[in-house]
């Protein structure tokens, strides 16, 4: 008997590895399991995987002092979208409402992403012709997919879906209920 038809191979064992490699979730668990041991200011295999998980496309200049602010916020209590905001416009003049979100769910897995996808299936647009009225308008848009999240993951459909991702990757089941919604809405054809 030859030895390649003696070997099992393990369909569900393999599907699952190759759904959590395409959505990235081997970077997302390393991303937080090191977030709070490492100086993420200096940590440049750390700043390589959130730069690929999040598609950080932003020159080394802007890449310094995001890092330097995830790094400070890391000892705050509580830590919000709007600080986190306001501090990457102060340090780098630019808004940017999806890094702020993502610098936020990492520090709070609770949290979620704001992301194009997400604004899209829940009908939000930010507004404002100036940077200081675009800010409020991001900041009460944060607000509203918050609570979204917080409503929507009471319901029997959320509970549903969740239940089929931990079925699907019960590797990752640890994730966030916020996080898990974040990758089922992302996978939307919207």
Not at 3 to 9: A, F, G, S
Not at 37 to 65: G, I, L
Not at 70 to 99: G, H, P, Q, W
């Amino acid at each position: 008997m030859n030895e390649n038809t003696t070997r099992i191979i393990d369909a569900e064992c393999s599907l699952q590895k190759v759904l959590a490699e395409a959505l990235g979730l081997p970077e997302y668990e390393y991303i937080l399991k090191n977030v709070s041991k490492t100086d993420v200011s200096k940590d440049e295999k750390f700043q390589k995987k959130y730069n690929h998980f999040y598609r950080v496309r932003r020159d080394q200049t802007w890449r310094e002092k995001y890092y330097q602010i995830l790094e400070r916020n890391k000892s705050k209590e509580e830590v919000t979208f709007e600080n986190i905001l306001c501090n990457i416009y102060i340090s780098t003049d630019m808004t940017e409402a999806s890094f702020a979100s993502k610098m936020l769910a990492t520090l709070n897995p609770d949290k979620p992403i704001w992301d194009s996808r997400v604004l899209k299936f829940l009908g939000l647009k930010p507004v404002g012709k100036s940077d200081s009225d675009r800010q409020d308008s991001i900041i009460e848009i944060y607000g509203k997919i918050e609570g979204w999240y917080k409503e929507y993951l009471k319901t029997a459909e959320a509970k549903e879906n969740i239940r089929i991702f931990d079925e699907m990757l019960p590797g990752y089941s640890w994730l966030s209920d916020t996080k898990k919604i974040d990758y089922i809405i992302w996978g939307q054809n919207i």
